[in-house]
T-cell receptor, first 111, second 112 residues
C-alpha cells in the first residue's frame, strides 16, 4: 500500500537552531511532491512542489529537497513565526490530481 | 478577500441530522476537492470534481455526497451525520494545467 510517512511527529527548536524534517514515500511513479504549512485553525498553505530527484526549492528560511524515496524540509535559523505543522503530500503519476498526505510534523520554535 | 471560502466555519449538530458544507472559489480553477482532517492523521480525500459534470469518489466517500453547482461552487453533504464524522473539513482547488492545490480555511464540524 502506498504510504507517506513524516518524521519526527513533533520538533521543538530554539530560535536560530537549524533542523530538518523528513518525508518518506513509497508511491510508484511519483508525479510530484508537495510541502504545505498549516497554522492552528487554518487551511494548509502551499510552500513548494518538487518533481524530480535532485530538485531543490527555497523560500526564506525553508529549503526543500527531493530524492527518489524521500524529501527533506530544512529550516535554517528558525524564528518563532516558523512555528506550524508542516505537511508533505505526494501525487502518483496516474492519480489525476489526487494527493496523498502524511500526518505532518508539528514544529515549535521558542525565543 | 480569500480565494477559497468555506461556510460555515464551525458547526455543531446532532446524530442523524443532514448537514451541508459549502465551498466557493474565485480562482477560476476547474478542479475542486473535499478533504477531512483528524488529529494524528493526514488529510484524506472524500470527493473530487474536475469540472461541473465530473464527480469522483475519493478514499473515504461512504456517508458523504457532493454537488458541483457551478465551476466556482462545490458542496459536501452528510445525509445522516454520525459522531465519527466529527472532524475538520477542507475544500481545495487546482487548475487543470497545474497540480498545486489551494485550500480554504476549513469547517470544524462536531456531531454529538
Amino acid at each position: 500500500e502506498d504510504q507517506v510517512t513524516q518524521s519526527p511527529e513533533a520538533l521543538r527548536l530554539q530560535e536560530g537552531e537549524s533542523s530538518s524534517l523528513n518525508c518518506s514515500y513509497t508511491v510508484s511513479g511519483l508525479r510530484g511532491l508537495f510541502w504545505y504549512r498549516q497554522d492552528p485553525g487554518k487551511g494548509p498553505e502551499f510552500l513548494f512542489t518538487l518533481y524530480s530527484a535532485g530538485e531543490e526549492k527555497e523560500k526564506e528560511r525553508l529549503k526543500a529537497t527531493l530524492t527518489k524515496k524521500e524529501s527533506f524540509l530544512h529550516i535554517t535559523a528558525p524564528k518563532p513565526e516558523d512555528s506550524a505543522t508542516y505537511l508533505c503530500a505526494v501525487q502518483e503519476g496516474d492519480s489525476w490530481g489526487k494527493l496523498q498526505f502524511g500526518a505532518g510534523t508539528q514544529v515549535v520554535v521558542t525565543p | 478577500d480569500a480565494d477559497v471560502t468555506q461556510t460555515p466555519r464551525n458547526r455543531i449538530t446532532k446524530t442523524g441530522k443532514r448537514i451541508m458544507l459549502e465551498c466557493s472559489q474565485t480562482k477560476g480553477h476547474d478542479r475542486m476537492y473535499w478533504y477531512r482532517q483528524d488529529p494524528g492523521l493526514g488529510l484524506r480525500l472524500i470527493y473530487y470534481s474536475f469540472d461541473v459534470k465530473d464527480i469522483n469518489k475519493g478514499e473515504i466517500s461512504d456517508g458523504y455526497s457532493v454537488s458541483r453547482q457551478a465551476q466556482a461552487k462545490f458542496s459536501l453533504s452528510l445525509e445522516s451525520a454520525i459522531p465519527n464524522q466529527t472532524a475538520l473539513y477542507f475544500c481545495a482547488t487546482s487548475d487543470l494545467r497545474a497540480d498545486t492545490q489551494y485550500f480554504g480555511p476549513g469547517t470544524r464540524l462536531t456531531v454529538l
